[in-house]
T-cell receptor, first 112, second 116 residues
Framework: AQTVTQSQPEMSVQEAETVTLSCTYD???????LFWYKQPPSRQMILVIR??????QNATENRFSVNFQKAAKSFSLKISDSQLGDAAMYFC?????????FGKGITLSVRP | DTEVTQTPKHLVMGMTNKKSLKCEQH?????MYWYKQKAKKPPELMFV???????INESVPSRFSPECPNSSLLNLHLHALQPEDSALYLC???????????????FGQGTRLTVV
């Protein structure tokens, strides 16, 4: 079975600084998708960034980028120029076909 | 339209009540999901429908009964719930396989359920 591990329960970052959220996963599959979702207190689960396992190039979306290390089964999220609106719970997720598995999540706070 | 709509947003029900949660999407997705989420915890998968057929049931108690009337709608029927079933119930949809161009899941805002 696939597992997703987020070992840091909480992190804090100063506004305008950079922060990296860690995620590892375990799978025997070669093709799959990885995602970072953001869930603010409003509770809407919002997709931040996606990475296809077959792509070597790391995905980027504006201030968000990932460091995808397939052999190490590592998928970290870097948030640059952190903003107050980035404060939320962040979940790393693994998807193979119609099965989406989440890590435990990390609560990110942003200090003004 | 990348929206998944869930109704109601809030629901309070007694342990003897019967209620239903509804979910709708018009993105042409053929996989739809129900998740249960407790505060500060990740969503826990309950059910997956793929092409309107139940493909995954994560050993959910029978007091939760899913239904997929068509490719756009997903219901969750609730009966004789317990207080520990109080949680946020999230609906999501996606393409059912990884050969699609966009495979990410889109989530609704959830129904906050309180069982009294």
């Amino acid at each position: 079975a696939q597992t997703v591990t987020q070992s840091q329960p909480e992190m804090s970052v100063q506004e305008a600084e950079t922060v990296t959220l860690s995620c590892t996963y375990d799978t025997s599959e070669s093709d799959y998708y990885l995602f970072w979702y953001k869930q603010p207190p409003s509770r809407q689960m919002i997709l931040v960034i996606r990475q296809e396992a077959y792509k070597q190039q790391n995905a980027t979306e504006n201030r968000f980028s990932v460091n995808f290390q397939k052999a190490a089964k590592s998928f970290s999220l870097k948030i640059s120029d952190s903003q107050l609106g980035d404060a939320a719970m962040y979940f790393c997720a693994y998807k193979k076909d119609s099965k989406l598995t989440f890590g435990k999540g990390i609560t990110l706070s942003v200090r003004p | 339209d990348t929206e998944v709509t869930q109704t109601p947003k809030h629901l309070v029900m007694g342990m003897t009540n019967k209620k239903s949660l509804k979910c709708e999407q018009h993105m042409g997705h053929r996989a739809m999901y129900w998740y249960k989420q407790k505060a500060k915890k990740p969503p826990e998968l309950m059910f997956v429908y793929s092409y309107e057929k139940l493909s995954i049931n994560e050993s959910v108690p029978s007091r939760f009964s899913p239904e997929c009337p068509n490719s756009s709608l997903l219901n969750l029927h609730l009966h004789a719930l317990q207080p520990e079933d109080s949680a946020l119930y999230l609906c999501a949809s996606s393409q059912p396989n990884d050969r699609a161009l966009r495979t990410e899941a889109f989530f609704g805002q959830g129904t906050r359920l309180t069982v009294v």
